[in-house]
């Protein structure tokens, strides 16, 4: 996405103008409008088709809004929980409750780091044992007092150390998606940014898989696959093509419920907007989720998973 | 002349490359050895007691009562949802996995005897794909567990896989969810699962079903953990010790309750579904 430099280089050149504009008198309202107009069909040309592996660079944006810019933009009075109760509290994963439409809930998201220093303890939103842990914690206490639990996942992926390994976060997070598939609350995932592979499904078991149009959901990244599949670490494109990761791809597999539509160039160029869509899409899923007798939501959910997988019938002789 | 043609007809046998049919060489030591007399012996290396993969069969042949095994394998086939291609079509790749192991899928599911014990066995092969869980063998593990709440048996898992069937995407990472929801009715049913990891278990298969066995048995030589050595050297560039997700790691972390030898698994497993007999 080099050229996503030129247009920042225009946008920046029209803020100029309008700056001048509005300083010296002059009326340079024409020219802002051309280049305006150059801007948007740009922005058009580069952000329309764009491929699966751009989709994947802008999921993983830096300037991508992270799971709190989330929270404290849809949800009010965020009340953030603490630890795991047995080691330490992972910051890579945050959890609490807050209010959202007159209900109160939990929300678990994945989060990253902007600079060098908050990554040293958000580990770039790749959660240890002790966050998967500290979930767990939160879907209980959410299923105890009847909470809907809202999960925003974005990470590259579980963890992968020494440490991690040591204290299992393999069984963590088999035992987040056990608590998850039996949680008797309604449950809304939404992909906001990287869908890392276990790391990320390990929040993922939900009545309501939503993703953001540029989000990435998928079992390994196109990096990985490139390596393994294809032997050659240049063939990123053609695995991000080929796993299918990307919303609207997953979206036609069934394998999600809806997609958030972003704004051309991603969240993070209108980030409020985002962020209102988003609250307005939840909204509607937690009020139709509210709807639904427990039992008969926990059926569902049990019903949605069992199922899920495409193989073929053999003849019974075969 | 006759002595000529006798000299050569031996020279052709003596050039002639040691049957392959008949003969392996021990990656671990090095000696050529008779198949045969590895497979005689669980599939260990005669010389230096190093264990081979089993074939699902052959594993199942050493846990089992003879001639007790029923096949109840659910039939299915992979059905390439992605239309996946890399170096190779997944088709393709399928194919090729199938006529190597005579298998459907990577998973082998039947009830069978247990020093005449009844349970419900899943046992993957490693020969098919690395073992990996994609939809089939998602499915059957499912079908499996349920064939034991049917029967009211416990359910015994015998993994060996390298984790997610990457070829079929999310569909694949999907499988864990599925198959950690049926588990949760075998607990409901009030039956044990016992899951039993070998060489290797790991990635989404260690994340999943593998562990949240009620009790958890690694055979001698298993290999155990979520994120491999390449993995964790190519994100963090982390040194790891020699022993690191060997059997006796993950028991000296707690992630398994015992280490069994292959060829006392049998024993181990009446043992264990001993005190289960007659259970609710």
Request: net charge negative.
């Amino acid at each position: 996405m080099s050229d996503e430099r030129t247009l920042d280089l225009l946008e920046a050149k029209i803020e100029e103008l309008r700056q001048l504009d509005a300083a010296d008198g002059i009326d340079l309202s024409g020219e802002i409008e051309r280049l305006e107009k150059k801007l948007e069909a740009l922005r058009q040309e580069l952000y329309t088709n764009l491929s699966d592996w751009e989709r994947v660079k802008i999921a993983r944006h830096p300037k991508r809004p992270y799971a709190l810019d989330y929270i404290d933009e849809m949800l009010d009075g965020f009340y953030e929980l603490h630890g795991d109760r047995m080691d330490c509290d992972d910051q890579a994963l945050v959890t609490g409750m807050a209010r959202f439409d007159g209900r109160t809930i939990v929300v678990i998201g994945q989060q990253k780091g902007r600079s060098t220093e908050e990554n040293k303890k958000r580990f770039f939103g790749m959660s240890r044992p002790q966050g998967y842990r500290k979930a767990r914690r939160a879907i209980e206490f959410a299923g105890r007092f009847g909470f809907p639990i809202v999960t925003l996942i974005d990470t590259p992926g579980a963890y992968p150390g020494l440490e991690a390994e040591e204290a299992n976060i393999g069984a963590a997070i088999a035992e987040n998606l056990l608590a998850l598939s039996r949680v008797p609350v309604p449950t809304v995932a939404v992909v906001i940014g990287e869908g890392g592979s276990g790391g990320a499904l390990a929040l993922g078991l939900a009545d309501r898989v939503l993703m953001l149009e540029n989000a990435i959901y998928s079992v390994i990244t196109p990096e990985g696959a490139a390596a393994i599949l294809w032997k050659d670490k240049s063939k990123i494109g053609d695995a991000a093509e080929a796993l299918n990761l990307t919303a609207p791809h997953l979206l036609d597999l069934g394998l999600i419920d809806a997609v958030i539509p972003e704004p051309l160039g991603g969240a993070h160029k209108a980030f409020q907007k985002t962020a209102a869509d988003l609250a307005a899409a939840l909204k509607q899923e937690l009020a139709s989720l509210a709807d639904i007798d427990v039992d008969a939501l926990c059926e569902a959910r049990y019903d949605r998973y069992r199922n899920v997988g495409r193989y073929r019938e053999l003849p019974p002789d075969a | 002349m006759a002595i000529f043609r006798e000299k050569e007809y031996l020279r052709v046998h003596v050039d002639k490359e040691p049957d392959e049919s008949l003969w392996m060489k021990c990656k671990s030591c090095g000696e050529l050895v008779f198949k045969r007399r590895v497979r005689d012996n669980s599939n260990i290396c005669p010389e230096c007691g190093e264990y081979f993969f089993l074939t699902a069969t052959e594993r199942i042949e050493m846990l089992v009562d003879e001639g007790s095994f029923v096949d109840i394998t659910k039939p299915i086939a992979s059905d390439d949802p992605l239309g996946f291609v890399d170096r190779r079509p997944y088709v393709a790749r399928i194919d090729e996995a199938q006529a190597k192991t005579g298998l459907v899928d990577a998973i082998v599911v039947g009830a069978a005897t247990i020093d005449g014990t009844p349970a419900v066995l899943a046992v993957m092969d490693f020969r098919f794909i690395g073992g990996s869980m994609g939809s089939v063998v998602g499915e059957q593990i499912c079908h499996g567990i349920e064939s034991a709440i049917e029967r009211r048996h416990p359910f015994i898992l015998v993994a060996s896989s390298g984790g997610a069937r990457l070829q079929e995407g999310l569909f694949s990472l999907l499988q864990m969810a599925k198959t950690v929801s049926v588990r949760g009715r075998l607990a409901e049913a009030g039956l044990p699962f016992v899951s039993i990891m070998t060489y290797p278990t790991s990635g989404g298969v260690q994340a999943s079903i593998a562990s949240l066995g009620d009790v958890i048995i690694a055979e001698r030589g298993a290999m155990i953990g979520f994120a491999g050595r390449r993995v964790i050297k190519d994100t963090i560039a982390q040194e790891l010790p020699e022993h690191f997700q060997t059997d006796a790691f993950a028991f000296e972390h707690g992630a398994i309750d015992r280490v069994v030898a292959r060829e006392e698994m049998r024993a181990e497993l009446a043992k264990l579904l001993g005190f289960f007999v007659g259970v609710r």
